[in-house]
């Protein structure tokens, strides 16, 4: 065994101070190596774009979909997938907060029909998130505001347009097993 044979080697010897100094300049840097793949937090700047998750598996599903735009209005949408009703939910950010990668995002519901079962006036999501380019993540608490108490849930969200790969993923998939089938 390797890592054996090597702290008898130093049990035995008595290594010099030399060894020690050497030992203690590149513990640092190899730790430093670790260190330096930690994507950066993310900023008011990187955390544009689009981000998507699928909080509620396996059914029902659920789609939640966030737009943020530096110049004009930013936008939640959420709907259960698969859903015959045409129903889902549309709120305008209101106010954001992004801070060395701790996010907070307050939404508003932008219906305007009478629903009795969608009451929710308010989305909040506060979580944190790190990244650059599209391999970008931010998790996080989404809960609503309907009346007490709030309904919490777990939110992880990634940037990019990557649920869409889903639906062809799956037709490929059927298709390649029905083909095996024959």
């Known amino acids: 065994m390797i890592t054996g044979s090597f702290f008898r080697w130093v049990y035995l010897r008595k290594p010099s101070p030399i060894f020690f100094l050497v ?3 590149l513990l640092p840097a190899a730790q430093s190596q670790i260190d330096d793949s930690t994507p950066p937090p ?21 789609l939640w979909h966030i737009e943020l735009n530096k ?18 939910r549309l709120c ?12 907070k995002l307050h939404f508003r519901n932008m219906s305007t029909r009478e629903d009795p079962v969608d009451d929710v006036r308010d989305i909040w999501i506060q979580g944190s998130g790190h990244g650059g380019g599209n391999m970008s993540t931010f998790t996080g608490k989404l809960w609503y505001t309907a009346g007490p108490p709030p309904k919490e849930e777990n939110a992880l969200f990634v940037k990019g347009p990557w649920t869409r790969d889903i639906g062809a993923a799956s037709r490929e998939a059927e298709e390649a097993i029905k083909q095996q089938s024959q």
């Open 42 to 62: 993310l900023t008011e700047k990187t955390i544009m774009g689009t981000w998507k998750a699928l909080p509620t598996l396996p059914l029902p599903t659920t």
């Open 23 to 25: 030992v203690g300049l």
């Open 92 to 103: 305008r950010l209101v106010s954001s907060k992004v801070r060395q990668g701790h996010i």
């Open 71 to 88: 110049d004009k209005s930013s936008f939640f949408f959420e709907k259960i997938v698969g859903s015959p009703a045409p129903a889902y």
